[in-house]
């Protein structure tokens, strides 16, 4: 028998056994099925939609008019925003999203070795930006263009300039900015996430790991608490990963829309603009669709990294 025949008959195998089996539980899936059925009509349905209408000119009105790839074609070799956008975007996802994860990952590890009445005002000190809604509009005063503004106030009155700097307006200064805001803004779901995963770690695995030969904290981290905790940093990762690339609310209410030589301009602020101001829902489908697949990438490499942790 080949190889392709017997793996032919191993998956047949396999499909047989999860089909019994999935007749077992039944019951089951019946308490399942009211998530999964929400799940579908809200999450799956509208994501393939997206993808069905991104090979098409749709604009609301009319009937959705298939015209294939056109719509890529013009994204990725004609519209020279977009690619203005997607190097802003990964200049944000590359700073913003590793070091939003390692600065939670370690303010968790920190907070951890607190009592527990400190740990848990240092908790709500560190996740109280990431729900205070619109609580980043006090960098909008801060970054002021103009001598109102903190900053600039602070720097004439130690002599570092002697007129205010455009901070929101000019295209050197706009992103660096943003970038600070974002950063201000990363202690989110996952920092909670790394704090429950550092509390509900067996204290006895530490003694087992000094009898086995650990002799020091980063030992500890790295071959119990990490390992230990792989569900809550892939949570954490895939927060990471949709924050940075869904930038939108902060660069919008900060640079404004659009922003000076669109030095703000990122992919999820392109899709707002072609969705919601053109009402050119194909080509906006086309841009969520490259960006959901560069995510799903992304998130691929985290999970392969993560899996060697403790190794």
Not at 24 to 51: E, N, Q
Request: with cysteine.
């Amino acid at each position: 028998m080949s190889t392709f025949s017997q793996y032919l008959a191993i998956k047949k195998s396999n499909a047989r056994y999860g089909w019994e089996k999935a007749k077992r539980m039944k019951t089951c899936y019946l308490f399942v099925a009211p998530f999964a059925i929400l799940f579908f009509a809200f999450v799956i349905l509208p994501m393939l939609t997206s993808i069905c209408f991104s090979f098409t000119y749709y604009n609301i009105l009319e009937p959705p008019k298939f015209i294939g790839l056109s719509n890529y074609i013009s994204l990725l070799l004609q519209d020279e925003i977009f690619l203005t956008a997607v190097k802003n975007t990964f200049v944000i996802a590359v700073i913003t999203g590793p070091i939003g994860y390692m600065l939670s990952f370690v303010f968790a590890w920190f907070i951890n070795e607190l009592p527990r009445w400190l740990r848990t005002i240092a908790v709500v000190v560190f996740y109280a930006p990431s729900i205070a809604g619109n609580a980043y509009n006090i960098f909008g005063i801060i970054f002021r263009g103009d001598a109102y503004g903190y900053l600039n106030a602070i720097l004439t009155d130690w002599g570092f300039i002697d007129a205010p700097i455009l901070w929101l307006t000019n295209p050197d200064y706009i992103l660096p900015v943003c970038i600070i805001v974002i950063l201000w803004m990363s202690m989110g779901t996952g920092f909670l996430s790394f704090v429950a995963g550092l509390q509900g770690i067996d204290k006895s695995l530490y003694e087992a790991g000094y009898v086995d030969g650990i002799r020091n904290r980063w030992q500890e981290l790295y071959f119990i608490t990490l390992p230990s905790m792989k569900p809550m940093l892939m949570f954490g990762a895939v927060m990471a990963i949709t924050q940075s690339f869904g930038v939108c609310d902060v660069t919008m209410a900060l640079a404004g829309f659009p922003s000076t030589d669109y030095a703000a301009r990122t992919v999820v602020t392109h899709l707002f603009d072609y969705g919601y101001s053109r009402f050119e829902m194909g080509y906006a489908s086309a841009i969520a669709t490259l960006l959901f697949i560069v995510m799903i990438l992304c998130n691929k490499l985290i999970q392969s990294a993560l899996r060697k942790v403790g190794t």
